[in-house]
């Protein structure tokens, strides 16, 4: 027989329970709703009936004259903010929480010195600690829009990052802002131009009361295998057999930290100038007849395997001194075999990692 426990510790069996709930069906048909309310409203779910309304009886309709005052704010709950005893799950210190691909239009400097207002996708995050419940999100979008209508440099974003640091408390605090950068582009031989678009993010970051600047681009270029073209030519010449080398698009994303140096700024230009040097084939906007061929020499002019391209990234980002530690992922996007060739070089300890992201290579494709 199932059975019940009395707080005293008396059980009591279904009869019993089926007795109390009839007594208790007997009351609330009786009672007056506030009554039934005021010892528990679920008891009005008992009832056979639907006659009896719920208590109190709700508005349906949106009162949009409504303004709540200060008094109506203060008593509005706010779990976030919560007591520890809130806390479900472990009670662990939380390295990031906060808000990703919040989006807004941010302008920014160019190096000739005009600006450029671009849409930018934002993340930031606060660190959390281990007795505290959560943050309220919406803060962190409050501080940022604080700043929104200045022209942006690591220095306005210093300052949105001390405002939500500051509103929620945390010790460490983190921005990253994303957005495709437009610069126009030369053909290699018409005369003609077009706009070419980066992959671009700055990177704030505060941990144990140091902050350091950090730029992310992803540079596309076109890798002309060395051995697929050695092959080719012995074909040529020993068999009089035409051939060409396979070839393919593929990415370098390229991360930096900024070091403030007295030759200047790092410019978002100087970044992309830099991979241009290292690795020439970039890939092409404005394309006619003499520009296509002059691609197809270029690239026999600059073949590389995946390993040749992060060295050569890495020979270019050595010789500047407004760049501190840095990290360089690459990708050839195989036209001869169904998988990639990937590569990753790494300088200085700021981006060791002894565990990738699993999802990492996938995020390097880039569609036209």
Same mark, same amino acid.
């Given at each position: 027989m199932n059975q019940m426990k009395r707080k005293g510790g008396d059980a009591v069996d279904t009869a019993q329970a089926q007795d109390a709930l009839e007594v208790l069906r007997n009351w609330a048909a009786k009672a007056d709703p506030v009554e039934v309310a005021a010892l528990d409203p679920a008891i009005a779910r008992l009832l056979p009936s639907a006659d009896l309304p719920n208590y109190p009886e709700l508005s349906r309709t949106y009162p949009s004259d409504f303004e709540p005052d200060a008094d109506y704010k203060a008593s509005m709950p706010d779990l976030q903010n919560g007591p520890a005893s809130l806390i479900q799950g472990a009670k662990r210190h939380i390295q990031h929480v906060g808000i990703s691909n919040f989006r807004l239009p941010i302008r920014y400097h160019t190096r000739d010195g005009s600006d450029v207002t671009l849409e930018t996708s934002v993340t930031g995050s606060v660190s959390l600690e281990a007795?505290?419940?959560? !943050?309220?999100?919406?803060?962190?979008?409050?501080? &940022? #829009?604080? /700043?929104?209508?200045? =022209?942006?440099? &690591?220095? $306005? !974003?210093?300052?949105?990052?001390? @405002? #939500?640091?500051?509103? %929620?408390?945390? %010790?460490?605090?983190?921005?990253?802002?994303r957005f495709s950068y437009p610069a126009r582009v030369e053909s290699l031989r018409s005369g003609l131009s077009g706009y070419q678009y980066y992959d671009i993010a700055l990177e704030l970051v505060e941990h144990r009361g140091k902050r350091r600047k950090f730029l992310h681009l992803d540079y596309v270029y076109s890798s002309t295998c060395p051995c697929s073209l050695e092959l080719s030519e012995h074909a040529r010449q020993m068999r009089g057999q035409l051939a060409t080398p396979h070839s393919q698009r593929s990415v370098a994303r390229i991360s930096v930290e900024k070091i403030h140096q007295p030759s200047g700024t790092l410019w978002f230009e100087d970044l992309i100038d830099l991979c241009r040097v290292a690795v020439p084939t970039e890939t092409q906007v404005m394309v006619k007849r003499e520009d296509e061929q002059a691609f197809a020499e270029l690239n026999a002019a600059n073949p590389i395997f995946v390993e @040749?391209?992060?060295? %050569? +990234?890495?020979?270019?980002?050595?010789?500047?001194?407004? !760049?501190?530690? +840095?990290?360089? $992922?690459? *990708? /050839?996007?195989? *036209?001869? /075999? *169904? /998988?990639?060739? $990937?590569?990753?070089? !790494?300088?200085?300890? =700021?981006f060791e990692a002894e565990s990738l992201d699993p999802k990492l290579f996938s995020t390097l494709f880039h569609v036209g």
């Open positions: 007795g505290k419940k959560g !943050i309220n999100m919406s803060r962190i979008m409050r501080s &940022f #829009y604080g /700043h929104a209508e200045k =022209t942006f440099s &690591f220095d $306005v !974003i210093e300052a949105a990052l001390d @405002d #939500y640091k500051n509103d %929620l408390e945390s %010790l460490d605090a983190r921005i990253e802002m @040749d391209a992060a060295r %050569l +990234f890495c020979e270019q980002l050595q010789q500047d001194d407004r !760049i501190g530690d +840095f990290r360089i $992922v690459a *990708s /050839h996007q195989e *036209s001869l /075999h *169904s /998988h990639d060739a $990937v590569s990753i070089l !790494i300088e200085g300890d =700021t």
